[in-house]
Nanobody, 120 residues
């Protein structure tokens, strides 16, 4: 059974940093592309980053490019999203997903999400 558990969210001040974790069970996460998404209050869910099964491929949405970094930890079966220079508009529920494909852009399995609040 494919499952994700996201963690690492919380309350942070503007300009601060957080690292989100996406830990998988039921499959070897390293074999597949993993995407990070967020849903801001009053908005639809949006993709913000993805790492391909070949870790040389990463993608970032323009509003997070240069501030967020996606990475893998193979022994821990975990993908991370390091978020720096956080802004109030980054407040959202963040979740990870996969389509069990080697490439980004196809998602069938989703985690429950972890909330991030950026506020003074």
């Amino acid at each position: 059974q494919v499952q994700f558990v996201e963690s690492g969210g919380g309350l942070v001040q503007p300009g601060g940093s957080l690292t989100l974790s996406c830990t998988a069970s039921g499959f070897t996460l390293d074999d597949y592309a993993i995407g990070w998404f967020r849903q801001r209050p009053g908005n639809m869910r949006e993709g913000i980053s993805c790492i391909g099964s070949n870790i040389s491929y990463t993608w970032y949405e323009d509003t997070v490019k240069g501030r967020f970094t996606i990475s893998r930890d193979k022994p821990k079966n975990t993908v991370y999203l390091r978020m720096n220079s956080l802004k109030p508009e980054d407040t959202a529920v963040y979740s990870c997903a996969t389509g069990l494909k080697s490439f980004c852009g196809w998602y069938d399995y989703w985690g429950q999400g972890t909330p991030v609040t950026v506020s003074p």
